[in-house]
Protein backbone atom coordinates (compact mmCIF):
# COMPACT_ATOMS: atom_id res chain seq x y z
CA UNK A 1 0.00 0.00 0.00
CA UNK A 2 1.35 3.42 -0.68
CA UNK A 3 1.01 6.09 1.71
CA UNK A 4 1.07 10.23 0.87
CA UNK A 5 3.41 12.05 2.83
CA UNK A 6 0.64 13.97 4.43
CA UNK A 7 -0.47 10.46 5.70
CA UNK A 8 2.76 9.10 6.43
CA UNK A 9 3.18 12.98 8.43
CA UNK A 10 0.06 12.52 10.55
CA UNK A 11 0.79 9.10 11.32
CA UNK A 12 4.47 9.58 12.98
CA UNK A 13 2.83 13.11 14.75
CA UNK A 14 3.09 11.49 18.21
CA UNK A 15 6.84 10.98 17.85
CA UNK A 16 7.53 13.75 16.27
CA UNK A 17 6.47 15.81 19.43
CA UNK A 18 8.97 13.91 21.73
CA UNK A 19 11.77 13.81 19.14
CA UNK A 20 11.85 17.32 17.05
CA UNK A 21 12.20 19.17 19.91
CA UNK A 22 14.91 21.02 20.30
CA UNK A 23 16.76 20.09 23.24
CA UNK A 24 18.57 23.91 23.70
CA UNK A 25 14.97 25.16 24.81
CA UNK A 26 14.43 22.88 27.67
CA UNK A 27 15.20 24.07 30.97
CA UNK A 28 16.22 21.00 34.37
CA UNK A 29 14.31 22.15 37.10
CA UNK A 30 16.22 19.50 39.06
CA UNK A 31 19.74 20.51 39.19
CA UNK A 32 21.24 16.92 40.00
CA UNK A 33 22.73 17.99 43.05
CA UNK A 34 20.68 19.05 45.34
CA UNK A 35 16.78 19.82 46.23
CA UNK A 36 17.59 23.41 45.58
CA UNK A 37 14.30 25.16 44.03
CA UNK A 38 11.96 22.21 45.76
CA UNK A 39 9.78 22.44 48.95
CA UNK A 40 8.47 19.90 50.38
CA UNK A 41 5.21 19.20 51.79
CA UNK A 42 4.25 16.05 54.07
CA UNK A 43 0.93 15.66 55.45
CA UNK A 44 1.20 16.65 59.32
CA UNK A 45 4.13 18.49 58.81
CA UNK A 46 4.98 22.15 57.29
CA UNK A 47 5.84 22.90 54.26
CA UNK A 48 9.33 22.57 54.10
CA UNK A 49 9.70 20.13 56.47
CA UNK A 50 11.34 17.06 54.53
CA UNK A 51 10.52 14.68 57.42
CA UNK A 52 12.72 11.55 57.27
CA UNK A 53 14.99 13.03 54.60
CA UNK A 54 11.67 11.55 52.33
CA UNK A 55 12.93 13.87 49.25
CA UNK A 56 16.20 13.75 48.54
CA UNK A 57 19.28 13.78 46.01
CA UNK A 58 21.56 10.91 45.65
CA UNK A 59 23.60 9.38 42.35
CA UNK A 60 22.23 12.30 40.74
CA UNK A 61 18.56 11.14 41.11
CA UNK A 62 15.99 12.61 43.42
CA UNK A 63 14.88 9.78 45.16
CA UNK A 64 11.69 9.40 47.31
CA UNK A 65 12.84 6.98 50.07
CA UNK A 66 11.41 5.75 53.32
CA UNK A 67 14.26 4.27 55.84
CA UNK A 68 13.93 6.84 58.37
CA UNK A 69 9.80 5.70 58.80
CA UNK A 70 8.87 3.26 61.35
CA UNK A 71 5.69 3.29 58.68
CA UNK A 72 3.84 4.95 56.22
CA UNK A 73 0.97 6.74 58.83
CA UNK A 74 -0.69 8.17 55.43
CA UNK A 75 2.08 10.56 55.16
CA UNK A 76 1.72 11.68 52.04
CA UNK A 77 4.03 13.83 50.18
CA UNK A 78 4.75 16.20 47.35
CA UNK A 79 7.74 17.84 46.03
CA UNK A 80 7.29 21.64 44.77
CA UNK A 81 8.83 23.52 42.49
CA UNK A 82 9.12 27.13 43.37
CA UNK A 83 7.55 28.97 40.06
CA UNK A 84 4.26 28.06 38.57
CA UNK A 85 3.68 28.04 35.14
CA UNK A 86 0.86 27.90 32.47
CA UNK A 87 2.12 26.78 29.19
CA UNK A 88 4.51 24.37 28.97
CA UNK A 89 5.72 20.73 28.12
CA UNK A 90 7.15 18.64 31.59
CA UNK A 91 9.03 15.92 30.81
CA UNK A 92 10.14 13.54 33.61
CA UNK A 93 11.96 10.06 33.90
CA UNK A 94 10.97 7.94 36.24
CA UNK A 95 11.55 4.38 37.73
CA UNK A 96 9.49 2.63 40.59
CA UNK A 97 12.19 0.57 43.29
CA UNK A 98 12.44 -1.79 46.14
CA UNK A 99 9.29 -2.82 48.25
CA UNK A 100 6.16 -0.51 49.66
CA UNK A 101 6.50 0.71 52.73
CA UNK A 102 4.75 -1.10 55.97
CA UNK A 103 1.41 0.75 56.12
CA UNK A 104 1.30 2.20 52.43
CA UNK A 105 -2.11 1.21 50.92
CA UNK A 106 -2.73 -1.35 48.65
CA UNK A 107 -3.53 0.88 45.60
CA UNK A 108 -0.31 3.11 46.53
CA UNK A 109 1.97 0.47 45.46
CA UNK A 110 4.32 1.75 42.63
CA UNK A 111 2.51 4.58 42.46
CA UNK A 112 3.63 8.20 42.12
CA UNK A 113 2.63 10.96 39.92
CA UNK A 114 3.64 14.86 38.58
CA UNK A 115 0.99 16.83 40.02
CA UNK A 116 0.17 20.18 37.51
CA UNK A 117 -1.93 23.68 37.86
CA UNK A 118 -1.27 23.14 41.83
CA UNK A 119 -1.93 25.33 44.46
CA UNK A 120 1.48 26.43 46.32
CA UNK A 121 2.26 24.16 49.01
CA UNK A 122 2.11 26.92 51.63
CA UNK A 123 -1.78 26.99 51.00
CA UNK A 124 -2.32 23.39 51.93
CA UNK A 125 -3.52 22.80 55.55
CA UNK A 126 -1.52 20.80 57.75
CA UNK A 127 -3.12 17.19 57.17
CA UNK A 128 -3.92 18.23 53.66
CA UNK A 129 -3.36 14.67 51.75
CA UNK A 130 -2.76 16.15 48.17
CA UNK A 131 -2.44 19.83 46.71
CA UNK A 132 -5.69 20.43 45.02
CA UNK A 133 -4.23 19.94 41.13
CA UNK A 134 -4.26 17.98 38.04
CA UNK A 135 -2.27 14.37 38.70
CA UNK A 136 -0.69 12.69 35.84
CA UNK A 137 -0.71 9.19 38.11
CA UNK A 138 2.59 7.46 37.40
CA UNK A 139 2.39 3.85 38.17
CA UNK A 140 4.12 1.05 37.81
CA UNK A 141 3.03 -2.89 36.80
CA UNK A 142 3.25 -5.94 39.03
CA UNK A 143 5.34 -8.55 36.82
CA UNK A 144 2.24 -10.28 35.25
CA UNK A 145 -0.83 -7.78 34.93
CA UNK A 146 -2.08 -4.45 32.71
CA UNK A 147 -1.82 -1.33 34.55
CA UNK A 148 -1.04 1.80 32.22
CA UNK A 149 0.48 4.67 33.29
CA UNK A 150 -0.10 8.79 32.77
CA UNK A 151 -2.94 8.27 33.79
CA UNK A 152 -5.56 11.41 35.23
CA UNK A 153 -6.52 11.74 38.91
CA UNK A 154 -8.50 15.02 40.11
CA UNK A 155 -7.74 15.52 43.92
CA UNK A 156 -10.20 18.79 44.37
CA UNK A 157 -10.55 19.36 40.43
CA UNK A 158 -12.58 18.38 37.30
CA UNK A 159 -11.61 17.90 33.65
CA UNK A 160 -14.05 17.90 30.71
CA UNK A 161 -13.24 15.11 27.92
CA UNK A 162 -15.67 15.75 24.35
CA UNK A 163 -17.36 18.40 26.14
CA UNK A 164 -18.29 16.55 28.66
CA UNK A 165 -17.52 17.23 32.67
CA UNK A 166 -15.70 14.50 34.21
CA UNK A 167 -16.14 14.33 37.75
CA UNK A 168 -15.04 10.46 38.35
CA UNK A 169 -11.26 10.95 40.48
CA UNK A 170 -9.32 8.94 37.65
CA UNK A 171 -9.66 8.39 34.35
CA UNK A 172 -7.11 5.76 32.90
CA UNK A 173 -4.67 6.61 30.02
CA UNK A 174 -4.13 4.00 27.03
CA UNK A 175 -0.58 3.47 27.62
CA UNK A 176 1.19 0.26 27.77
CA UNK A 177 2.21 -1.72 31.17
CA UNK A 178 5.99 -0.87 32.24
CA UNK A 179 7.03 -3.82 35.25
CA UNK A 180 9.97 -4.38 36.88
CA UNK A 181 12.52 -1.13 37.29
CA UNK A 182 12.72 0.31 33.74
CA UNK A 183 12.99 3.87 33.35
CA UNK A 184 10.02 5.25 31.75
CA UNK A 185 9.68 8.85 30.11
CA UNK A 186 6.76 11.10 30.90
CA UNK A 187 5.49 14.18 28.98
CA UNK A 188 2.85 16.32 29.92
CA UNK A 189 2.24 19.12 26.58
CA UNK A 190 -0.11 21.86 29.30
CA UNK A 191 -1.52 24.77 27.56
CA UNK A 192 -3.29 27.14 30.43
CA UNK A 193 -7.24 25.62 30.48
CA UNK A 194 -7.11 24.99 26.68
CA UNK A 195 -5.91 21.31 26.47
CA UNK A 196 -3.57 18.55 28.30
CA UNK A 197 -2.00 16.22 26.53
CA UNK A 198 -0.09 13.15 28.24
CA UNK A 199 2.48 10.89 26.18
CA UNK A 200 4.79 8.13 27.24
CA UNK A 201 7.53 6.97 25.77
CA UNK A 202 6.69 9.37 22.74
CA UNK A 203 3.16 7.84 22.47
CA UNK A 204 -0.48 10.20 23.25
CA UNK A 205 -2.06 8.28 25.37
CA UNK A 206 -4.46 10.40 27.24
CA UNK A 207 -5.71 14.37 26.57
CA UNK A 208 -8.52 16.37 27.68
CA UNK A 209 -9.78 19.80 28.52
CA UNK A 210 -11.00 22.76 30.71
CA UNK A 211 -9.14 21.54 34.07
CA UNK A 212 -11.34 23.49 36.88
CA UNK A 213 -11.73 23.58 40.69
CA UNK A 214 -14.49 21.11 41.87
CA UNK A 215 -17.03 23.17 43.63
CA UNK A 216 -18.01 20.20 45.78
CA UNK A 217 -14.51 19.70 47.10
CA UNK A 218 -13.65 21.25 50.74
CA UNK A 219 -10.01 21.81 49.83
CA UNK A 220 -10.77 23.50 46.32
CA UNK A 221 -13.79 25.76 47.88
CA UNK A 222 -10.99 27.53 49.52
CA UNK A 223 -9.36 28.32 46.31
CA UNK A 224 -12.17 29.68 44.60
CA UNK A 225 -13.05 33.10 43.71
CA UNK A 226 -14.95 34.14 40.40
CA UNK A 227 -13.75 31.43 38.38
CA UNK A 228 -13.79 27.79 38.64
CA UNK A 229 -11.12 27.75 35.35
CA UNK A 230 -7.31 26.47 36.33
CA UNK A 231 -4.65 28.45 34.05
CA UNK A 232 -1.87 27.66 35.82
CA UNK A 233 -0.33 26.66 38.67
CA UNK A 234 2.23 24.66 40.61
CA UNK A 235 4.64 21.19 39.53
CA UNK A 236 5.14 18.46 42.13
CA UNK A 237 5.98 15.01 42.72
CA UNK A 238 4.61 12.83 44.89
CA UNK A 239 5.68 10.56 47.34
CA UNK A 240 2.95 7.94 48.24
CA UNK A 241 4.56 5.02 49.87
CA UNK A 242 6.57 3.26 47.43
CA UNK A 243 10.36 4.61 46.52
CA UNK A 244 10.37 5.89 43.49
CA UNK A 245 13.04 7.31 41.71
CA UNK A 246 12.92 10.72 38.98
CA UNK A 247 16.11 10.89 36.76
CA UNK A 248 15.05 13.89 34.67
CA UNK A 249 12.66 16.52 35.38
CA UNK A 250 12.55 19.23 32.71
CA UNK A 251 10.33 21.84 31.15
CA UNK A 252 10.13 23.81 28.03
CA UNK A 253 7.75 26.53 27.73
CA UNK A 254 5.74 27.05 25.24
CA UNK A 255 3.20 29.88 23.48
Same mark, same amino acid.
Given at each position: ??????????????????????????????????????????? &????????????????????????????????? &???????????????????????????????????? &???????????????????????????????????????????????????????????????????????????????????????????????????????????????????????????????????????????????
Amino acid at each position: MRYSFITLAVALLPWYHVLAQDDDAWIPLFNGRDLTGWTPKIV &GYEAGDNFGNTFRVEDGLIKVSYDAYDKFDGRF &GHLFYKESFSDYIIRVEYRFVGEQIQGGPGWAIRNS &GIMIHGQAPESMSLKQDFPVSIEVQLLGGNGKDPRTTANLCTPGTNVEMEEQLITRHCTNSGSQTYHGEQWVVAEVEVRGNEIIKHFVNGDLVLDYTKPQLDPNDMDAKKLISDDLMLYGGTISLQSESHPVEFRTVEIKLIQ
